[in-house]
DNA sequence: GTAACTGCAAACGCTTTGCACTCCC
DNA sequence: GGGAGTGCAAAGCGTTTGCAGTTAC
């Protein structure tokens, strides 16, 4: 999603336009790893240095209700923020809490048919799976 | 899940049997729609009136580690505490935050296949469908 | 010009922690 | 009798809220 994608849906939303917003968005948008609040302050305060948490949260919130992302809780005591809307697994790392995204056609013809047995087709769903990634299998051994 | 054989468990990990922690388990055991602790707090504070939230929240933790419970965290605020720890999805209503476990045999055999494409066992999963449940569907018509 | 947005700080809600008292074993 | 468990209250922590100052349009 490019710039001038992100500004069409702030103008069909009649929201404005600003610095700290496609900042977010652009950062959200543009990564895998489903990363919280605070990460993303981190990540955009060398480069904005006056951007506040507040503002952060508020323009997810944002997002999540024009449905460009979607929270997401773990066992952990922070919110994930996945730009990813469609199905798809979320892969966990159990030790380090890295996460990313598992899409294969096998998931979605899988998923279609318990969909059909159910009866009704879902708002939303959520598929993780919980393992030891490569980086924290080596640290152990 | 009868009372002596939440007796033993707790023997055979060297905690004290106390009468907190029985009522607790037996009332998490038997329910299937995840109370939070909150729930399980109000639920039993009229049989056991001077059992307090720090309690419930202690054992709540060390059922975890016994691999009894599970805890879910969806987009409420609150903490939720699932004791099925077979495969199975969670059922949840967006509109009230009720929630229910669907088991079937198909979803036992899509899960092995997707599994089966992973290469790996994964150590844990959690399968979430949000929907909206009758009762919410009729409040609003 | 003005309504929306930002940044700051205070408030909030759930969970965890610490500690003195109590009770199981 | 001694150590684990309980109950209470305080602390912790991520998130939300309120508000004065600022900015997009």
Same mark, same amino acid.
């Given at each position: ?18 610095? #700290?917003?496609?900042?977010?968005? &652009? ?11 605070? #990460?993303?302050?981190?990540?955009? !305060?060398?480069? /904005? ?12 919130? +944002?997002?999540? %209700?024009?449905?460009?992302? #979607? &929270?997401? @809780? ?11 809307? %469609? ?7 159990? !030790?380090?809490? !890295?996460? /990313?995204?598992? &899409? ?13 047995? +159910?009866?009704? !087709?879902?708002?939303?769903? @959520?598929?993780?799976? /919980? /393992? ?5 299998? %080596?640290? %152990?051994?």
């Amino acid at each position: 999603m490019d710039d001038q994608e992100l500004i069409n849906i702030f103008r069909e939303n009649r929201l404005k336009v600003t610095t #700290q917003r496609l900042a977010i968005c &652009k950062f959200i948008v543009s990564r895998a790893d489903h990363p919280s609040a605070d #990460q993303i302050y981190h990540a955009l !305060k060398t480069d /904005y240095p006056t951007i506040s948490l507040g503002t952060i949260y508020k323009t997810l919130g +944002l997002l999540e %209700e024009l449905g460009l992302i #979607q &929270k997401l @809780r773990f066992n952990e005591s922070s919110i994930r923020y996945d730009p990813d809307m %469609e199905l798809h697994i979320n892969m966990v790392c159990s !030790k380090c809490g !890295k996460i /990313y995204d598992y &899409k294969a056609d096998n998931v979605k013809k899988m998923w279609d048919s318990i969909i059909l047995d +159910l009866g009704f !087709k879902p708002k939303r769903q @959520r598929i993780d799976i /919980y /393992y030891e990634c490569d980086d924290c299998k %080596e640290i %152990e051994s």
